[in-house]
Nanobody
Framework: QVQLAESGGGSVQAGGSLRLSCVAS????????ISWFRQAPGKEREGVAA????????FYVDSVKGRFTISQDNAKNTVYLQMNSLKPEDTAMYYCAARWRCPPRSGGEVLWAGYSPSYWGQGTQVTVSS
C-alpha cells in the first residue's frame, strides 16, 4: 500500500508562484511514476505533470509547459511541482498520484487520456486570483 500526502497549496495572485510537495510512503513497484493531477469545480480531472521515481524523464500537459516544473528528492521520498507564472485558470484542487508507469507519448505529446493512477493523495487547493 502506498500513501501520498500533498502540501504547499494556497492562494496567490496571477503571476505568482507556489511549490507543491508530495511525500510518498510505503512505496512498491506500482508507484514507479508519480504524477500531479488537478480538478477545477465543474471540470474533469486532468493530468498536469509526471516523473519516474529515480529517473529524469518528465511529462507535462501542454498548458503548463514552460511554467511548471516537476522534480524529486529521492532521499526525502518527495516529488515537487514548482508552479510559476500562475494564471487564474490554474485554480484547482491538485492531487498527487502514483502508478507503475508514466503516461505514454505519441509524436511528442503526452497521452493523459485513459491514464489512471493506482494511488491518490487527498489533494491540496491552489487558488489564483486575477
Amino acid at each position: 500500500q502506498v500513501q501520498l500526502a500533498e502540501s504547499g497549496g494556497g492562494s496567490v495572485q496571477a503571476g505568482g508562484s507556489l511549490r507543491l510537495s508530495c511525500v510518498a510512503s510505503g512505496s512498491d513497484s506500482r508507484s514507479n511514476c508519480i504524477s500531479w493531477f488537478r480538478q477545477a469545480p465543474g471540470k474533469e480531472r486532468e493530468g498536469v505533470a509526471a516523473i519516474y521515481v529515480g529517473g529524469s524523464s518528465t511529462f507535462y500537459v501542454d498548458s503548463v509547459k514552460g511554467r511548471f516544473t516537476i522534480s524529486q528528492d529521492n532521499a526525502k521520498n518527495t516529488v515537487y511541482l514548482q508552479m510559476n507564472s500562475l494564471k487564474p485558470e490554474d485554480t484547482a484542487m491538485y492531487y498527487c498520484a502514483a502508478r507503475w508507469r508514466c503516461p505514454p507519448r505519441s509524436g511528442g505529446e503526452v497521452l493523459w487520456a485513459g491514464y489512471s493512477p493506482s494511488y491518490w493523495g487527498q489533494g491540496t487547493q491552489v487558488t489564483v486570483s486575477s
